[in-house]
């Protein structure tokens, strides 16, 4: 849907009309079944750039075909949300943990879903480096394309986890914070086990598990994908 808003948007007349009109197409043939239901979703989000690749607004002044008019004032919050909301995650991690994604991740899709996961990449991250023994920089991926993939799979997990409950079946994470959608603990005492200090990680991945068999491939699962990224780091020392 994102690449079909780009090509027809750049297609469209920049008037306040044309706008309204394509606003109400997409509208009309997004499905409306949303993750979180209170929460605007824009339809002038779109795949900008070269070879359009890259999520951004399709209303900013510096977007391909706008002539430098900012359309934003039309959008649901208008021009000053827009110019002045900038996403909490990237000020939630360090700045080279930031770097590390954007120069692993290779898919704008993922990409955006774990950079506003701060507490479970930070809990990622944090793994690795304890048994690396060092910090991450994005210089340790430049030339290794083992680790570069160990990575992106520890990280797909949140997009193909298994554990997550059928009433939370969606790998999108509401990173405002809203009582109404804060991450539920595991419960233990139905399953007859006890909470381990890793456990954190499958909070934040939104799991309910129904044996202590289940927590215990959960806990491996997690364990040997962040044991590949280590292994695949070591190799270049």
């Not at 009109?21 to 339809?43: S, T």
């Not at 779109?46 to 002539?67: F, M, T, W, Y």
């Not at 898919?107 to 930070?122: P, Q």
């Not at 991945?205 to 959960?218: G, H, I, K, P």
């Amino acid at each position: 849907m994102l690449a079909h808003r780009s090509v027809q948007f750049q297609k469209t007349p920049r008037t306040v009309a044309a706008i309204d009109a394509f606003a109400a197409r997409m509208q009309a043939v997004e499905p409306q079944n949303r993750p979180f239901p209170q929460f605007h979703h824009c339809p002038f989000i779109g795949l900008i750039g070269k070879d359009r690749q890259r999520v951004g607004c399709l209303l900013h002044p510096l977007a391909e075909g706008n002539g430098g008019i900012d359309f934003r004032g039309l959008s649901y919050y208008g021009g000053l949300a827009c110019r002045s909301y900038f996403c909490p995650a990237p000020h939630e991690m360090p700045a080279r943990c930031n770097r590390v994604l954007q120069t692993v991740i290779d898919d704008w899709f993922t990409y955006g879903l774990i950079v506003t996961e701060a507490v479970l990449t930070s809990a990622f991250f944090g793994r690795i480096e304890t048994m690396l023994g060092r910090s991450l920089v994005p210089e340790l991926f430049d030339k290794n394309p083992a680790a570069r993939a160990a990575l992106n799979g520890l990280l797909r997990i949140k997009i193909d986890w298994p554990y997550r409950p059928a009433h939370a079946d969606t790998p999108c994470h509401h990173f405002f914070p809203d009582a109404g959608y804060v991450k539920p603990a595991i419960d233990y005492e139905t399953i007859g086990a006890r909470p381990a200090p890793a456990d954190d990680i499958l909070v934040e991945l939104v799991s309910d598990f129904r044996s202590a068999d289940d927590l215990a491939a959960a806990r491996e699962c997690i364990a040997r994908a962040i044991q590949n990224v280590v292994a695949a780091l070591l190799q270049q020392f």
